[in-house]
């Protein structure tokens, strides 16, 4: 599979040769739903809560005697059916919304997304990418100069002063090959990878 390599101001200088396993897999929607649901079910944490009728704050006294009132029966104000009482199937801080998802799948629903992305001209690999200083002004005009709004940058290593350039530019993110995800890489309309990320992604994903 062939991909674009991008010059400094966004132009196509050539082609790069690349895994035909990792971009050049056929589209399968189905497999790339399941991979992005997964994913974000397994980042989801406990942070909610609601109390049942044994927590809320409620008298257990019966609000009023059983018969001759011509009201329904009532045993305490707790009840589920009341305003103020407990919920009956109350959402809890343990719920479990992970899903298994086998390392063969994962690897292949990420290989069709890239396969997706180079067919559609989405994707694209530059030499290098970098700002000389960790100042969000140096890299808004390095995307713009290059004609790119909303991206992915995925690079071979850490580049401090590019992740701290990129923090308040809300339609950038970059990332290192290993925090790669397919959430990021469905997301941003275009996804610059840097030669030594390529060859990190063809070993660790094949």
Do not use: C
């Given at each position: 599979m062939e991909l674009k390599l991008l010059n400094d101001q966004g132009g196509q200088a050539a082609t790069l040769q690349a895994s035909d396993a990792l971009f050049g897999r056929d589209y399968n929607e189905a497999l790339i739903h399941q991979v992005v649901v997964a994913y974000m079910a397994n980042a989801r944490s406990g942070n909610r809560a609601q109390k049942g009728r044994a927590e809320v704050s409620k008298s257990t006294r019966k609000p009023w005697r059983q018969?001759?009132?011509?009201?329904?029966?009532?045993?305490?104000?707790?009840?589920?059916?009341?305003?103020?009482?407990?919920r009956i199937f109350p959402n809890s801080p343990e719920d479990n919304f992970s899903q298994k998802l086998n390392r063969k799948m994962y690897?292949?629903?990420?290989?069709?997304?890239?396969?997706?992305?180079?067919?559609?001209?989405?994707?694209?690999?530059?030499?290098?990418?970098?700002?000389?200083?960790?100042?969000?002004?140096?890299?808004?005009?390095?995307?713009?100069?290059?004609?790119?709004?909303?991206?992915?940058?995925?690079?071979?290593?850490?580049?401090?002063?590019?992740?701290?350039?990129?923090?308040?530019?809300?339609?950038?993110?970059?990332?290192?090959?290993?925090?790669?995800?397919?959430?990021?890489?469905?997301?941003?309309?275009?996804?610059?990878?840097?030669?030594?990320?390529?060859?990190?992604?063809?070993?660790?994903?094949?």
């Open positions: 018969k001759g009132t011509g009201r329904a029966r009532a045993g305490m104000a707790s009840s589920p059916l009341w305003r103020g009482g407990g690897r292949a629903g990420v290989a069709s997304i890239l396969s997706q992305l180079a067919r559609e001209g989405r994707l694209a690999v530059v030499e290098n990418f970098s700002v000389e200083a960790p100042k969000t002004r140096l890299l808004s005009q390095k995307l713009k100069g290059m004609g790119l709004d909303s991206v992915l940058v995925i690079t071979d290593e850490f580049d401090e002063n590019l992740f701290l350039s990129s923090r308040n530019l809300h339609k950038v993110l970059v990332l290192e090959v290993s925090e790669t995800d397919p959430v990021s890489l469905v997301h941003y309309d275009r996804v610059i990878v840097t030669k030594g990320a390529l060859a990190k992604m063809e070993e660790a994903w094949q």
